[in-house]
Structures are given as structure tokens and as C-alpha cells.
């Protein structure tokens, strides 16, 4: 079957650095996406990898493993504005999106 | 302001009452998506269409329907709720001729159904 495994929670200190990692089992490839989703509101796009490797975007980094089926968001220099759920999903061979639970990280001063 | 727009923004249902959705977007993209989101849960697809005039299932469709009458909107029905479709349901738009396929997401409808 199809699924998307990532921690359920995580805290980190404002100023300081966090991965979320993520794996997936997906039937076929299309990429892995990164979405940011404040309490209350919609998820909005950080981040897609679809080759292996780590693409940077300003204090958001994400990794990409196809081999091992892992991926993971890397955020600099954390602000409390960061304190959200991080969505990770995977694209199937269909290009149809399937989604982790989410990562709720919580920031603390 | 270009993007996509649900309503209601919150409802309360009495189970059994009929109810449809709405979204519209103005950013002309090919796809459209319905999802549903509850606590401890991803997202899960109910019903997606590709392009205007097609309709497809996704993981969860039982209960709902959905018309793509035009490229902009994209209701999404509930012919007789349940208590069980309580839950913030979430339309996303995509250009799937983009590489990213990214999705752009409207701000969620709150439904409850007692």
C-alpha cells in the first residue's frame, strides 16, 4: 500500500535549527512535496524534489532520498512565525498526492 | 484577488439535510481537488477532476459528488449527511501542466453534521 510516515509533534527553540524527516512508500514516483499549514488556515506550498539531493529556499531546505524513500525539511533559524503543521506527500505513478498526517512543530522563545 | 474561494467558511447540519460546498477559482487551472481533513489524518482526496467536463473518485467519494460544469467551479454535494462527514474540507486548484503540480488551496470549510 501507499503511505507517508513522519513524526506526529517536535519542539525546537526560536533561533535554532529543525529537520522533520519523512519517508514514503508511494507506487511509482513523481515527487515530494512540502506543505506549511498554520492552525485554522490552508496548507500553502514550500517545497517539491522530484531527483535526489537537498534544494535550499531561503531558511528552507529539502532533502530528497528516492533510493531510501526519504525526505526531510530543514529549517534555519527558526521564528515563532514557523510554529505550524509541515504536510509531507508523495507523488504516485498516477500523479495523485498522497499525504502524511503532518508534523506539528511547536516553537518555543 | 486571484486565487481560490470556498463557502461557506462554516456550517452547522442537521444529519440527513443536503448541502453542497462551493469553490471557484479565477487562476484558470486545469485541475481541481476536494479534500477532507481531520484530526490524526492526512489529507484524503474525495474527488478530483482534471479538466473541465471530467470528474474522478478519489480515496474517500462515498456520500459526495461533484459537477465540473465550467474550468472556475468546482461544487462539491452531500446528498444526506452523516455525523461521520464532520470534518474542514479543503478545495485546491493545480495547473498540471507546471513540473511542481503545485497546489493552491482555498481557506477550508468547517462543516459539522449532528
Known amino acids: 500500500g501507499q503511505n507517508i510516515d513522519q513524526p506526529t509533534e517536535m519542539t525546537a527553540t526560536e533561533g535554532a535549527i529543525v529537520q522533520i524527516n519523512c519517508t514514503y512508500q508511494?507506487?511509482?514516483?513523481?515527487?515530494l512535496f512540502w506543505y506549511q499549514q498554520h492552525a485554522g488556515e490552508a496548507p500553502t506550498f514550500l517545497s517539491y524534489n522530484v531527483l535526489d539531493g537537498l534544494e535550499e529556499k531561503g531558511r528552507f531546505s529539502s532533502f530528497l532520498s528516492r533510493s531510501k524513500g526519504y525526505s526531510y525539511l530543514l529549517l534555519k533559524e527558526l521564528q515563532m512565525k514557523d510554529s505550524a503543521s509541515y504536510l509531507c506527500a508523495g507523488m504516485d505513478s498516477n500523479y495523485q498526492l498522497i499525504w502524511g498526517a503532518g508534523t506539528k512543530l511547536i516553537i518555543k522563545p | 484577488i486571484a486565487g481560490i474561494t470556498q463557502a461557506p467558511t462554516s456550517q452547522i447540519l442537521a444529519a440527513g439535510r443536503r448541502m453542497t460546498l462551493r469553490c471557484t477559482q479565477d487562476m484558470r487551472h486545469n485541475a481541481m481537488y476536494w479534500y477532507r481533513q481531520d484530526l490524526g489524518l492526512g489529507l484524503r482526496l474525495i474527488h478530483y477532476?482534471?479538466?473541465?467536463?471530467?470528474?474522478g473518485k478519489g480515496e474517500v467519494p462515498d456520500g459526495y459528488s461533484v459537477s465540473r460544469a465550467n474550468t472556475d467551479d468546482f461544487p462539491l454535494t452531500l446528498a444526506s449527511a452523516v455525523p461521520s462527514q464532520t470534518s474542514v474540507y479543503f478545495c485546491?486548484?493545480?495547473?498540471?501542466?507546471?513540473?511542481?503540480?503545485?497546489?493552491?488551496f482555498g481557506e477550508g470549510s468547517r462543516l459539522t453534521v449532528l
Open positions: 477532476s482534471n479538466t473541465a467536463g471530467t470528474t
Open positions: 508511494t507506487s511509482g514516483f513523481n515527487g
Open positions: 485546491a486548484s493545480s495547473d498540471s501542466t507546471q513540473n511542481t503540480g503545485e497546489l493552491f
